[in-house]
């Protein structure tokens, strides 16, 4: 299938250039004879005591399994998607030096469910995969509760061996509120399972941020 395995699992770090922390996020996928799992998780390093970062502050994690017994069918693109978000953060200041809060917040778990819809070039180099999915959030009715989404990948961009341009993009409701977020990622391949490049994110009234915002990062990816 080209570049694409059954099974990989990479770990990227992240420096985020708009807010000045580490990133570090373990992905994986696999596939099998019933669909395939996504996986990720995300944490950010910017817990602090004074001006040193001493943890992580924030966590959160995704899982994705699409269900497909019809792969032989007319209808193999299309998937059945499950899906589990949810994380928690923290705010502040470990220091305790007065005027200085610090306190903590939820992700809110959401529970996802729809369908999955993919598209490949014939040597499975170029990817898509278009997804509209039911969402659920514990505790947070929204007004609209659905997700739609698409995620990419286009391998040896340009004709160039070892460039990959890949990311996501998501559109959802929360609350009353509409949020969007894209993270395009584009990676070169110095040898057999490390990579260098970095992404970009793009969000409109995600965590906390109104309005527009770009965040660009530089970072390595090591595939397992």
């Not at 969007?180 to 965590?207: K, M, R, T």
Request: charged fraction near 10%; include cysteine; hydrophobic fraction near 40%.
């Amino acid at each position: 299938m080209g570049w694409m395995a059954s099974a990989q699992t990479n770990f990227q770090t992240f420096y985020d250039l708009g807010r000045g922390h580490f990133t570090t996020t373990l992905e994986g996928f696999h596939q099998d004879n019933w669909g395939n799992t996504f996986f990720f998780i995300d944490y950010d390093y910017n817990n602090k005591d004074g001006n040193k970062v001493v943890s992580p502050n924030n966590t959160y994690f995704e899982i994705a399994r699409c269900l497909n017994f019809w792969s032989e069918s007319a209808l193999a693109p299309l998937s059945l998607q499950v899906e589990y978000n949810g994380g928690f953060g923290t705010w502040g200041n470990l220091s305790g030096l007065p005027g200085i809060d610090y306190g903590a917040f939820p992700v809110n778990s959401a529970f996802l469910f729809g369908f999955d819809y993919f598209l490949h070039s014939a040597n499975f180099n170029n990817t898509l995969n278009l997804k509209v999915l039911y969402k659920h959030f514990v505790n947070l009715a929204s007004k609209v509760p659905l997700q739609f989404t698409a995620v990419w990948g286009l391998q040896d961009l340009f004709g160039l061996k070892g460039l990959r341009f890949s990311g996501f993009a998501d559109f959802w409701c929360e609350g009353s509120n509409l949020v969007f977020l894209s993270e395009p990622q584009l990676w070169f391949q110095l040898f057999d399972h490390f990579n260098i490049g970095g992404e970009v994110e793009l969000s409109y009234n995600f965590a906390g941020m109104q309005g527009f915002n770009v965040m660009p990062c530089i970072g390595t990816k090591w595939v397992f």
